[in-house]
């Protein structure tokens, strides 16, 4: 009953400030109500008991896209052009596909029902083998890394393919380093303003060492490699708003995040290919030790590195890349 | 049961805070307003998640509200430096 009001309430909010996005012109206004949205969304997510997804809208939505929204607009015009033409032929065609997903929920198995189609699938069967095969009780990471192993390189995939398409788009007409977080040599970063310099300083170290549990601890409880390596690339940004991006780069130069990038996609193929040479099946992890079920583990904290490695990689080259545009 | 009494009426409470913070966000009118009504917003959602946890008996999923509570601030630095090149960028133009 209370989570049914909890989930009105918020679901009401996240509508109103959906609205608010699209209505205000002023884009900065904008960013800051897509701070709101995204907070309300882990907030809903949350309630729906789905902590992994909590967790990551979280790591992503509250810190970095806000950086990377803000890195964007330092390069562009603060408000919003009206352009007159085709709004009607967007509205019909909004108002369409609406009107078609709406009537698509009529189809659609009551929220939460033990008898839905997807809850009598394969997902049994998930929550009872994974106990024995993998001995470990987070069975989102078990489905995530095992079970699902194929469905999570593809997404690794992706946001290599993401973060290689960013680099190619954002690098056209590169070598001029006046973004927003570059501005002028002789201030750069806030490491002019005592307070936030104090407390960020103690910060970071806080935030890779947080990044790192969720990263570890992600078979025991929420968490994982997209997770952490979204938090230990916030710390990162962290150091790089405090100290200039400068600095950020010299302590991790472009060079290593691109093989952070690559490398964990690579590791994650890896492990895959690891249990074909071992006689097993393209990411059967049973076979990487005598004992299946450690093997299980073992191929899991692999993997779960690869994409933690890529993530954050891909997410600090991504932020660098604004950083170092000019602005016109 | 006086546990549970308290956590619900703490998580309306804080619900109604949430809602006055988004008025705040949408109405403005400055962008001030705005960056507190967000940093507001983010504080009661770190709030709301560890109250909700312990309402709902799982203490563990206490880390996403930690992850909110660290990374928040990184949120608001940025708005920090964006403003400040901004300005930056207006009075060198000025200059000019």
């Known amino acids: 009953m209370i989570e049914v009001v909890f989930g009105v309430f918020l679901l009401t909010l996240l509508v109103i400030t959906a609205v608010a996005v699209v209505r205000t012109e002023n884009l900065f206004v904008a960013v800051m109500l897509m701070s709101i949205f995204s907070l309300l969304m882990a907030a809903n997510f949350f309630i729906l008991d789905a902590a992994d997804v909590a967790l990551t809208e979280a790591a992503i939505g509250a810190g970095i896209t806000t950086v990377i929204f803000l890195g964007a607009l330092a390069l562009t015009a603060q408000r919003e052009k009206r352009s007159p033409n085709g709004r009607f032929a967007t509205l019909g065609v909004i108002s369409v596909l609406a009107a078609l997903m709406i009537w698509a929920t009529f189809d659609k198995p009551r929220l939460g029902d033990p008898d839905a189609p997807v809850h009598q699938h394969v997902a049994p069967w998930y929550l009872e083998q994974t106990p024995e095969l993998m001995g470990i009780p987070n069975v989102v990471t078990a489905v995530l890394g095992s079970f699902r192993g194929y469905d999570t390189l593809g997404e690794v995939f992706v946001v290599f393919a993401a ?104 590791l994650y193929t890896g492990v895959g290919v ?45 932020f660098h890349a604004f950083a170092a545009r000019e602005a016109r | 049961m006086l546990d549970n009494a308290i956590y619900l009426v703490v998580s309306i409470a804080i619900l109604v805070t949430m809602g006055l913070a988004m008025a705040r966000a949408i109405l403005g009118p400055t962008v001030y307003d705005r960056v507190l009504a967000a940093n507001v917003f983010g504080t009661k959602t770190v709030l709301l998640l560890s109250v909700i946890a312990f309402l709902y008996g799982r203490p563990d999923f206490l880390d996403l509200a930690l992850t909110y509570a660290l990374i928040n601030f990184v949120g608001i630095l940025a708005v920090l430096q964006f403003f400040q090149s901004r300005s930056r960028t207006e009075a060198k133009e000025a200059k000019d």
């Open chain 1, 163 to 266: 973060c290689i398409g960013v680099l190619f788009v954002l690098s056209a007409g590169q070598g001029l380093d006046r973004g927003l977080f570059a501005p002028d040599p002789e201030s750069e970063g806030l490491r002019h303003h005592l307070i936030p310099k104090v407390v960020g300083r103690l910060l970071v170290p806080f935030i890779v060492l947080f990044g790192l549990y969720v990263q570890f601890h992600g078979e025991y409880g929420p968490g994982g490699g997209f997770q952490a390596g979204a938090i230990i690339a916030t710390g990162v940004i962290l150091y790089a708003l405090l100290e200039g991006e400068a600095s950020a780069l010299n302590a991790l130069p472009r060079s290593v995040l691109l093989g952070m990038v690559v490398g964990g996609a690579l």
């Open chain 1, 274 to 318: 690891a249990g074909m040479l071992l006689g097993g099946n393209f990411l059967d992890y049973s076979v990487l030790m005598s004992d299946p079920v450690i093997g299980q583990q073992v191929g899991i904290v692999l993997i779960e590195a690869g994409v933690g490695i890529t993530v954050c990689g891909s997410l600090l080259s991504i």
